[in-house]
């Protein structure tokens, strides 16, 4: 029985993509990298994280660097973000169930408390964390703050990362299909649950109720 679900922002959430992409596109004009492209984006989304720098010719160490500079930019876009179609309602309904909801992101705070400020919705914690594979440590601060036993928390993401960084803290993962990973970037993680619809969330979760 779950007493908390956490939340990936970018890609599950909201629909974000074309914001990475126009904001990546600029980097990669600026310092040499192949760009992103209706072209290849569906076969980048099958592959490791590794293997998309090596096809659009991005060094490993720049990652960090990369991924500073696009939360920077990404904040001009936050009025016009959208959440993916069905999430914002999946939200209201777990709020109407008795079940509380955070976010665990890669991005910013100030970004994700702004969208979820202009929509008049309310999140009961974010975390974040700049670097990119440092999700499971983020996890077992959130159990820490919130005295809450792995077992009692799922969480909702649509990256491989999201799901080796559970299986690190031994929180169960839902993994969403409608992200930045394609299914074959997840072939053999073995998510605790696969969800090809936000309606489906509803189903596996069974609220503590007050």
């Given at each position: 029985m779950y007493k908390y679900i956490v939340f990936d922002f970018d890609g599950t959430l909201v629909d974000?993509?074309?914001?990475?992409?126009?904001l990546?596109?600029?980097?990669?004009a600026k310092y040499g990298y192949a760009p992103m492209t209706a072209d290849n984006l569906e076969y980048l989304r099958g592959l490791s994280i590794g293997?998309?720098?090596?096809?659009?010719?991005?060094?490993?160490?720049r990652l960090p660097f990369l991924a500073s500079a696009v939360i920077k930019g990404y904040k001009a876009a936050i009025p016009s973000l959208q959440f993916n179609e069905g999430m914002q309602e999946m939200l209201r309904s777990l709020s109407a169930q008795g079940m509380p909801f955070a976010i665990?992101?890669?991005?910013?705070?100030?970004n994700i408390k702004e969208f979820f400020t202009l929509r008049e919705m309310a999140v009961d914690a974010v975390y974040t964390s700049s670097k990119i594979f440092g999700k499971d440590k983020m996890l077992q601060k959130f159990l820490k703050d919130k005295?809450?036993?792995a077992s009692e928390i799922l969480y909702v993401g649509d990256e491989a990362r999201d799901i080796i960084a559970c299986k690190k803290a031994r929180v169960k993962v839902a993994w969403v299909s409608w992200g930045y990973d394609s299914h074959a970037a997840i072939t053999g993680l073995e998510p605790d649950h696969i969800i090809?619809?936000?309606?489906?969330?509803?189903?596996i979760i069974d609220p503590v109720k007050p």
């Amino acid at each position: 029985m779950y007493k908390y679900i956490v939340f990936d922002f970018d890609g599950t959430l909201v629909d974000s993509r074309g914001i990475f992409l126009s904001l990546y596109n600029a980097l990669a004009a600026k310092y040499g990298y192949a760009p992103m492209t209706a072209d290849n984006l569906e076969y980048l989304r099958g592959l490791s994280i590794g293997e998309r720098c090596k096809v659009l010719k991005v060094p490993m160490y720049r990652l960090p660097f990369l991924a500073s500079a696009v939360i920077k930019g990404y904040k001009a876009a936050i009025p016009s973000l959208q959440f993916n179609e069905g999430m914002q309602e999946m939200l209201r309904s777990l709020s109407a169930q008795g079940m509380p909801f955070a976010i665990l992101s890669s991005n910013s705070k100030s970004n994700i408390k702004e969208f979820f400020t202009l929509r008049e919705m309310a999140v009961d914690a974010v975390y974040t964390s700049s670097k990119i594979f440092g999700k499971d440590k983020m996890l077992q601060k959130f159990l820490k703050d919130k005295s809450l036993d792995a077992s009692e928390i799922l969480y909702v993401g649509d990256e491989a990362r999201d799901i080796i960084a559970c299986k690190k803290a031994r929180v169960k993962v839902a993994w969403v299909s409608w992200g930045y990973d394609s299914h074959a970037a997840i072939t053999g993680l073995e998510p605790d649950h696969i969800i090809n619809y936000p309606s489906e969330l509803l189903e596996i979760i069974d609220p503590v109720k007050p």
